[in-house]
C-alpha cells in the first residue's frame, strides 16, 4: 500500500477543514451580528417613534388651525351676518355652475 494519500481522501480532508473554519468563523461573527442586529433593531424602533410624535404634532397644528379658522369665522358672521349671507350663497351658485359645467364637459 502507499503512503501518499488518494486525491479523493485530500479533497476530503481539505472539504473538513474548509468546514471547521467556516463554522469557527460563524461561531466568531454571530456575537457581533447579533449586537448589529439589536442595533438596527432599536434604531428603527427610534425612528418609528420619532414618525409617531411628528404625526402626532402635525394632527395638532392642523386642529389648532381649523379651531382658529372657525373661531374667525364665526366672528366675521356675528360681525356682518348679511354679508356672509351674501358670500355663502355667492360660493354655493358658483359650485353649482362649476359642478354643471365640469359634468357637461364629461358627456360630451
Known sequence: ?????SATQ???ALGEDLSKSLH????????VL???AH????????????????????KHKIE???????TTAEHCIQQAPFKSMAVAA?????????ATWLMSERRH
Open 1 to 5: 500500500m502507499s503512503d501518499t494519500p
Open 90 to 98: 355667492g360660493v354655493g351658485l358658483l359650485t353649482g355652475v362649476v
Open 64 to 70: 389648532d388651525q381649523a379651531r382658529k379658522a372657525t
Open 34 to 36: 447579533s449586537q448589529m
Open 39 to 58: 442595533q438596527v433593531n432599536e434604531r428603527l424602533h427610534d425612528l418609528a417613534h420619532h414618525g409617531q410624535e411628528a404625526a402626532l404634532q402635525a
Open 24 to 31: 469557527q468563523a460563524a461561531a466568531q461573527t454571530q456575537p
Open 10 to 12: 485530500t479533497i476530503a
